[in-house]
């Protein structure tokens, strides 16, 4: 009898063995990717989920995306979830799918070198007139800061200057999306980014908290609390933010780094990233001010 071999499943970059591994590494992408390709059942097969393969089987595959996920979750037990964020999550890849389906077949077609170099500018061009159309809806300006990220960065380098200050005006959420991903960080609050760039990101966007409440509304997250000087975790390490602003004697860190402590100073100079916050403060008169990612 021919041995099985068993293989494992990488969801969020992380090899996965268990269900309880799938579970702590849950990804709405990859589970999606592996659902439609087959592997995931395959998977399933060969580590012996008899119930499980069972009931992923039974998915209808024309089902949407949103509720394809739905039963996934239901299926391997994910009873902690965000269901707005799942939502956000799939408007995101829904995106990219139709814009993978127009790559396809601008791909097919055998455009002139003007043609490809002017379509590339109209792409880019739409893709900002979509973020200013949208400047209000944080999913569709992550969205579209992706595709900037993936299609557009060259063009990004040499307009950066300009669309910073276009955006301003037009859709300044849209700056708070972009500021979430590596590319344009460097060029707009990076060691080298304009000067120009950075006084305005450090004394209009971020200056005051009234301005980052009125451009973020609802997507802004606002945490006002004694702990005692003590660590109080706000969020798992599972959610990404991007701290916006801190007050001086207080302090945050990544989720369960026990090492760290990031205050005031750190903050207006970088607007760190973290997976997950821990929150300390000896006052219940300090704001924290942050934002998914």
Known sequence: MAKTIKFNLILDKQPVRTIDELRENFSIEDMLKYFKNGLLLRWLKVRGYEAEYKAVKDIDNSSTSKDIVISLIKIFGMIDVDMDNIEKEISILDYQEQEKELNKIYAKNAFAKKQVIEDYHAGYDKL?????ENSDNLAILKADTIQMEREYSELFFLNHYDLYFQLLTSAPKAIFSMLTRNVFREYWIGENANEK???SIKDYLLGKKQTITEILGDDLKIVKRDTEAM??????????VMILSIDRRTFIKNAGNFSEKLGYEEVIKRLPRLKGLEYQSNSDAPELLYMEV
């Open 128 to 132: 900002i007139l979509h973020m200013e």
């Open 197 to 199: 760039i950075k006084t």
């Open 231 to 240: 660590w109080d975790p706000i969020e798992k390490a599972t959610v990404k």
